[in-house]
């Protein structure tokens, strides 16, 4: 079945670091990729996303490329806040209703 | 607006108590979702409802009980629940817009239950 795979964390950044949480995937056909992020004490926010290979998804700094040839979705930021730290799940849907989830990377950034 | 709402924010009861989750959306989404996560980890789909029908239940005990009143809710009764039920509810809301296209998943904040 579908699976996704993500950097084991905790990630520890000091503030304006670079970040990249990696992020693998297997799918049978041509799922979507999807980033999300859980703040301490919060729900889900969807932060960005991508359908199709070689798109990229970008938000808030962010910024992610469906990679089909690797299978990957790695997101990067260039430069990190102490705001940005937080819970950062990657997940696919390949047929609409279900989203696999990646184990989650906890990031935390230090100014 | 990508809103989805939960009420409660948090809920404690006991284990013979009867209570109810709410989430509602005003997005024209037609799928709903409620997930279930523990700490530090990913949330875990237990129902979904398309068009307003149940068309996944996960294998979820019975004494959680979904419902969906129409197409801008959906409930989550809950009665006999166990200690380690306690965990945060996720309700989720996509479109189904019957393309084939992966719907995107829109979260609410959550209800934090703990069952004494």
């Known amino acids: 079945g579908d699976s996704v795979t993500q950097m084991e964390g905790p990630v520890t950044l000091s503030e304006e670091a670079f970040l990249t949480i990696n992020c693998t995937y297997t799918?049978?056909?041509?799922?979507?990729l999807f980033w999300y992020v859980q703040y301490p004490g919060e729900g889900l926010q969807l932060l960005l996303k991508?359908?199709?290979?070689?798109d990229k998804g970008s938000n808030k700094g962010f910024e992610a490329t469906y990679r089909k040839e690797t299978t990957s979705f790695h997101l990067e930021k260039g430069s990190v806040q102490v705001s940005d730290s937080a819970v950062y799940f990657c997940?696919?849907?390949?047929?609409?209703?279900?989203?696999?989830f990646g184990a989650g990377t906890i990031l935390r950034v230090k100014s | 607006d990508t809103e989805v709402t939960q009420t409660p924010k948090h809920l404690v009861m006991g284990m013979t108590n009867k209570k109810s989750l709410k989430c509602e959306q005003h997005?024209?989404?037609?799928?709903m979702y409620w997930y279930k996560q523990k700490a530090k980890k990913p949330p875990e789909l237990m129902f979904v409802?398309?068009?307003?029908?149940?068309?996944i239940n996960e294998s979820v005990p019975s004494r959680f009980s979904p419902e969906c009143p129409n197409s801008s809710l959906l409930n989550l009764h809950l009665h006999a629940l166990q200690p380690e039920d306690s965990a945060l509810y996720l309700c989720?809301?996509?479109?189904?817009?019957?393309?084939?296209?992966?719907?995107?998943?829109?979260f609410g904040p959550g209800t934090r239950l703990t069952v004494l």
């Open positions: 409802y398309s068009y307003e029908k149940l068309s």
């Open positions: 997940a696919l849907t390949e047929y609409g209703n279900k989203l696999v």
């Open positions: 989720a809301s996509s479109d189904r817009s019957g393309t084939g296209g992966s719907d995107t998943q829109y």
């Open positions: 991508a359908t199709k290979a070689d």
């Open positions: 799918a049978t056909g041509y799922p979507s």
């Open positions: 997005m024209g989404h037609r799928a």
